[in-house]
């Protein structure tokens, strides 16, 4: 099983920037996809930025331009650099991965705990 943890959640204020990290461990397993995803109160969970183990990117129409997403394959780790960031961006931020396992790549995911981001105006 894979275990992810995240990092880097916190307090800012409206216009400045933050960077979230995710690390995933574990034995043997084959990365997919990773990303992160949000949910703010009330509302349901969406997809803010997702990255594949070839690199290709992908992100959420609010974020685009503003948030990049990046992998270190070696360390089995993703980003999130924020800048911008505006009070629409305050949510808990969950880190998300897509992997296989052993020699019929089992495919399974698993998620973070999230890491709670606060913008203030």
């Known amino acids: 099983q894979v275990h992810l943890v995240e990092s880097g959640g916190g307090l800012v204020q409206a216009g400045e920037s933050l960077r979230l990290s995710c690390v995933a461990s574990?034995?043997?397993?084959?990365?997919?996809?990773m990303g992160w995803y949000r949910q703010a109160p009330g509302k349901q969970r969406e997809m803010v930025a997702v990255i594949s183990s070839g690199g290709k990117t992908s992100y959420a129409y609010a974020v685009k331009g503003r948030f990049t997403i990046g992998r270190d394959n070696a360390e089995n780790s993703i980003y999130l650099q924020m800048n911008s960031v505006n009070t629409e961006d305050t949510a808990a931020y969950f880190c998300?991965?897509?992997?296989?396992?052993?020699?019929?790549?089992?495919?399974?995911?698993?998620w973070g705990q999230g890491t709670q981001v606060t913008v203030s105006s």
């Open positions: 574990g034995e043997d397993f084959n990365i997919r996809r």
């Open positions: 998300h991965i897509e992997y296989g396992v052993g020699p019929g790549d089992a495919q399974y995911d698993e």
